[in-house]
């Protein structure tokens, strides 16, 4: 029986790996698609022979679509239309090519071809398809048709120096020479929507603790001195994200995400983990089942997926199915900061630097100390102050006596 791949996101097609005809595996990269946010690899998810590909790049696909099918080298010929007619039919008759108009292909209906992803952009544009040359097959209009096609775009209105005389600033054109213009990549505008949506939508409110990271850092050279014969290194990130996930599994009501008529409390605890790209990109990877994963398999999975993220080859569970964010600046040197809910979750924990401070001890006399600053963002329609309040010093507690973080049979 042939395997529909089916998308398990939206995204656009950027190419296939793998033709029609040849023979993959269940773990074979068979296409790359662009998400809102990363590039995630396609697999083929099972044995057998690529049958068909059911879409072009430069396609915008919808989650769930069937892109390919694999099945056995027998039901390849079934797979084909016949190319006869049966005994006693007419031949039936050839299609008419496709006619042009000012340099467009159109379809046998009298409809330009073009992708959708392609239409959309032309709308956006305001460009006229029907003028625009498709280096697609059979000349469809793809994505870099339009971009190529695009006229420079308009700058935005500028404020003058000098006011009017309503004492607002007046609007006038900046100097085209004075300035880039640049695109918004597909990831860079998925941020900017997503990130309006969450702070325009959800209430947000704000906890912040300072935590004594002395422990942690010991450990963590401890646990690192032990593993170093397995080329094992555990990041301070790591043991964050084992003291959020056991946090929350303390605070459910927080490993849950709002949708307007229902809340939903998520029996797993897994991790988004914000990570930085190149050219201004950022993806959360997922760290699933971060309360009770063992520290060392949870300190490998991170680093593949994390340079998986960086180079453009996510897979699909990588991204995929996050209760709650950590968005860690600690390697920045920042102070403290606080971070936008990734709706629908209910919060996100953002992690600032550790750093070298003054200190008031325990008998009053002045030292030296290392502090490190978590502010949590909570969803004020989910959650309170009181509770924020009590999470935070929970998770302090636990960063501050880190054995607690181990389970000393599974480290």
Request: net charge negative; proline share 7%; glycine share 8%.
């Amino acid at each position: 029986m042939a395997y529909e791949v089916k998308l398990t996101t939206d995204g656009l097609l950027i190419n296939w790996l793998r033709d029609v005809g040849e023979n993959v595996s269940a773990s074979d990269i068979i296409a790359e698609v662009e998400a809102d946010k990363a590039t995630v690899e396609i697999e083929a998810g099972s044995d057998g022979m690529l049958l068909e590909l059911r879409a072009e790049p430069g396609d915008e696909i919808g989650e769930g679509t069937v892109i390919a099918v694999i099945g056995a080298s027998s039901e390849a010929a079934a797979s084909e239309p016949d190319s006869a007619p049966a005994k006693g039919e007419a031949p039936s008759k050839a299609p008419p090519p496709a006619t042009e108009t000012n340099g467009a292909a159109m379809t046998d209906d009298g409809r330009v071809k073009a992708s959708p992803l392609a239409r959309r952009m032309a709308a956006d544009k305001g460009i006229d398809l029907s003028r625009v040359s498709g280096t697609g097959p059979g000349g469809r209009i793809v994505k870099s048709d339009i971009e190529n096609f695009a006229e420079k775009p308009k700058l935005p209105p500028m404020p003058a120096s000098s006011p009017s005389a309503s004492g607002q600033p007046t609007w006038g054109k900046l100097p085209e020479e004075d300035v880039d213009v640049l695109p918004l990549s597909r990831m860079r505008r998925a941020i900017a929507d997503g990130t309006i949506r969450s702070k325009s939508n959800t209430p947000h409110f704000y906890v912040t603790v300072e935590a004594d990271v002395e422990p942690l850092l010991a450990l963590r050279a401890e646990i690192n001195s032990a593993l170093a014969d397995e080329g094992i290194k555990i990041s301070v990130n790591d043991l964050l994200i084992k003291a959020l996930a056991l946090c929350l599994r303390e605070y459910p009501n927080l490993n849950s995400h709002y949708y307007g008529d229902r809340l939903v409390q998520h029996q797993r605890v897994n991790i988004g983990i914000s990570v930085a790209l190149p050219d201004n990109g950022l993806v959360n990877v997922v760290c699933h089942d971060a309360d009770s994963v063992p520290l060392r398999e949870m300190a490998v999975n991170n680093k593949a997926m994390y340079e998986r993220a960086r180079s453009g080859k996510i897979k699909p569970d990588d991204i995929r199915g996050a209760t709650f964010t950590i968005s860690n600046l600690g390697p920045f040197n920042i102070k403290d900061f606080s971070a936008i809910i990734s709706s629908p979750e209910a919060g996100i924990l953002a992690v600032s630097s550790a750093r070298r401070v003054p200190v008031v001890r325990d008998d009053g006399t002045l030292g030296a100390g290392t502090r490190m600053n978590m502010t949590l963002s909570v969803d004020h329609r989910v959650s309170n102050g009181a509770e924020g309040a009590g999470f935070m010093n929970h998770l302090r507690e636990l960063v501050e006596n880190p054995l607690r973080l181990l389970d000393l049979k599974q480290v």
